[in-house]
């Protein structure tokens, strides 16, 4: 499973669309990247998934350079309510269901 | 409603008292796992199945055990706890490999004495 690195925590203001990176360099050619939110007291939450390129859906859009060696959450016009914990997780599940969530990013949006 | 359900939520005992935290889901997944969150050290897996009476074990399973002897029933056994055991616990389920969107359930706060 390839080791995840996302910034500890970032600040933004209502209204803005906030871009979260993760950096994945050991991805293997069958890892799919998917996100997850986290509330405090609560279980993770998917938000997206892709394999390469781009993939948008009705909360978040998740860009993918051609190298995947990076991936990009991309949260446009965020409320208060989108202040949570962000997880990016690469792995192919093919061999099996073994999991691993990284420290995640904390987004906290302000009025 | 699609959901994972997780008992109890809340849960205090003392140490060496063997407990089991149920989870069951109603959406015909074949995947399920647990995992159990610690400030600092976010999500670590525990033990996961792949199907009926198929289990293995994830990055912390020292002092669990798990058991799927239903689809959509995967309990976490913990039989002799111990205070280092005290942490928020998750069971998740997903359909597939490949579509791994997982569903959590709301958690249960454990807390070992």
């Known amino acids: 499973l390839a080791k995840t690195t996302q910034p500890i925590s970032m600040d933004s203001y209502e209204g803005q669309e906030v871009n979260i990176t993760c950096s994945h360099n050991?991805?293997?050619?069958?890892?799919?990247i998917t996100w997850y939110q986290q509330f405090p007291s609560q279980g993770p939450r998917f938000i997206i998934q892709?394999?390469?390129t781009k993939v948008t859906n009705e909360v978040a859009s998740l860009f993918i350079p051609a190298d995947r060696k990076s991936s990009t959450l991309s949260l446009p016009r965020v409320s208060l309510s989108d202040t949570a914990v962000y997880y990016c997780?690469?792995?192919?599940?093919?061999?099996?269901?073994?999991?691993?969530f990284g420290a995640g990013t904390r987004l906290f949006v302000k009025a | 409603e699609a959901q994972v359900t997780q008992n109890p939520r809340y849960l205090i005992t003392v140490t060496g008292k063997k407990l089991t935290v149920t989870c069951s889901q109603n959406?015909?997944?074949?995947?399920m796992s647990w995992y159990r969150q610690d400030p600092g050290l976010g999500l670590r897996q525990i033990y996961y199945?792949?199907?009926?009476?198929?289990?293995d074990k994830g990055d912390v399973p020292e002092g669990y055990k798990v058991s799927r002897k239903e689809k959509r029933n995967f309990p976490l056994i913990l039989e002799s706890p111990s205070p280092n055991q005290t942490s928020l616990y998750f069971c998740?389920?997903?359909?597939?490999?490949?579509?791994?969107?997982?569903?959590f359930g709301q958690g249960t706060r454990l807390t070992v004495v």
């Open positions: 998740a389920s997903s359909q597939d490999r490949v579509n791994t969107e997982a569903f």
């Open positions: 050991n991805i293997a050619t069958n890892d799919y």
């Open positions: 892709g394999y390469k």
């Open positions: 997780l690469v792995g192919d599940y093919t061999g099996g269901f073994k999991t691993i």
């Open positions: 959406m015909n997944h074949e995947y």
């Open positions: 199945s792949m199907n009926v009476e198929v289990t």
